[in-house]
């Protein structure tokens, strides 16, 4: 998500700086955004030069105090867990300008909390960006009761500049695209472990009978299974309803290692990427 969100950013003009703590992270990303933005330029979506622009735009760095101060927009996009975003959230708010905008990336946690992390939670949102960030249109921000109007006004205004279109959503667990998505995907996980239909046949069915640009398995794959499991462990836990309680075929994939495209195997067979 990290890596996507910078182009999109790069490529509205916007100078961003990419941070990670391992330099071979960064390299992976900046191969990433090459092709993505080289696929654009086939498509005829971006012009060569608009394309190395962006490119030239994006700055790498292993560390946050050479790309926090100054920045007005930090975005989060580190690993899905409370503990570890409340740390990042605390530094962010230390070395943060005090006007700078401060958002999540969660697709599923409390923003309440993680704001609680900073002395400031008035300026702290989620913004809820969808994989691929460059293709997919949506930007969920994330209101928590403590957010001010000019911090969601200003996620909002960023969405827009970054070529997406905002929804505003109260901060409950899932949100509104998690806990819809995660929903349909488990019950479609629940009817490929009772072999109902196959995982191609059950994502044609969502794609030519209700419009969908893809299939719940296939997205579930793209998104990662492990990703996919905790998330609905914690909407299980915190809604206490049967429906996001993980099937056995999603437990076994991820305890197996197949997580999806990232390791080149879940509901379905991918190229394995380097």
């Not at 008035?122 to 403590?146: C, Q, S, T, W, Y």
């Not at 109902?196 to 969908?212: K, P, Q, R």
Request: overall charge negative.
């Amino acid at each position: 998500m990290g890596p996507g969100i910078a182009q999109v950013a790069a490529v509205a003009g916007i100078t961003t700086f990419l941070v990670d703590v391992e330099d071979a992270a960064l390299l992976r990303a900046r191969t990433q955004i090459q092709g993505t933005l080289a696929g654009a330029v086939t498509r005829k979506k971006l012009t060569a030069a608009e394309a190395e622009a962006a490119l030239d735009r994006i700055r790498a760095t292993t560390t946050l105090e050479d790309a926090v101060p100054g920045a007005e927009l930090v975005i989060e996009a580190i690993v899905e867990s409370l503990a570890e975003k409340c740390t990042l959230f605390s530094r962010l708010d230390e070395i943060a300008d005090s006007d700078a905008l401060l958002a999540t990336n969660t697709s599923s946690l409390s923003v309440a909390s993680i704001a609680s992390a900073t002395r400031s939670p008035d300026r702290v949102v989620g913004m809820h960006f969808f994989n691929p960030v460059h293709i997919m249109k949506l930007v969920e921000v994330v209101a928590h009761a403590g957010a001010s109007r000019l911090s969601i006004e200003r996620a909002q205004e960023m969405s827009r500049v970054m070529g997406k279109h905002p929804i505003v959503v109260r901060d409950s667990p899932g949100f509104a695209s998690s806990r819809l998505g995660v929903a349909l995907g488990l019950e479609a996980m629940r009817m490929l472990q009772e072999d109902v239909a196959s995982a191609e046949d059950i994502d044609t069915a969502m794609e030519l009978g209700y419009g969908h640009a893809m299939g719940p398995l296939r997205v579930s794959d793209l998104v990662g299974l492990d990703v996919r499991l905790s998330i609905a462990e914690y909407l299980h836990s915190t809604l206490g309803t049967a429906l996001f309680e993980p099937p056995a075929i999603l437990k076994d994939k991820v305890a197996g290692g197949e997580l999806g495209k990232k390791t080149g195997k879940g509901f379905y067979q991918w190229p394995r990427t380097s």
